[in-house]
Nanobody, 125 residues
């Protein structure tokens, strides 16, 4: 049973930073890609960032490119999302996700099968 547990959310002023963590358990972490998504009130869940199994390849949504950085520590079974220059429009519940199958980096929400419970990020103006 794959489990994903996010942490690190909170309230921050615009321009500030937060680092989200997602601890994974239940299978060999290092052979699977990982992703981060977010869902704002009244909106659909959207892709934020993804990383391949080694950490050598990443991909970002245009809305966060240059401000957010996804990384992973396979020794700690953890994926991170460093968020800088935060904007009020970044306010959302952030979820980490993992696919069922091995393979490369993926960005489609339907390509992910396991989800964490989410962590709230609120950016005040």
């Amino acid at each position: 049973q794959v489990q994903l547990v996010e942490s690190g959310g909170g309230l921050v002023q615009a321009g500030g930073s937060l680092r989200l963590s997602c601890a994974a358990s239940g299978r060999t972490f290092s052979i699977y890609a990982m992703g981060w998504f977010r869902q704002a009130p009244g909106k659909e869940r959207e892709f934020v960032a993804a990383i391949n199994r080694s950490g050598g390849s990443t991909y970002y949504a245009d809305s966060v490119k240059g401000r957010f950085t996804i990384s992973r520590d396979n020794a700690k079974n953890t994926v991170y999302l460093q968020m800088n220059s935060l904007k009020p429009e970044d306010t959302a519940v952030y979820y980490c996700a993992a696919p069922l199958s091995r393979g490369g980096l993926r960005i489609g929400i339907n390509e992910y099968d396991y989800w964490g419970q989410g962590t709230q990020v609120t950016v005040s103006s």
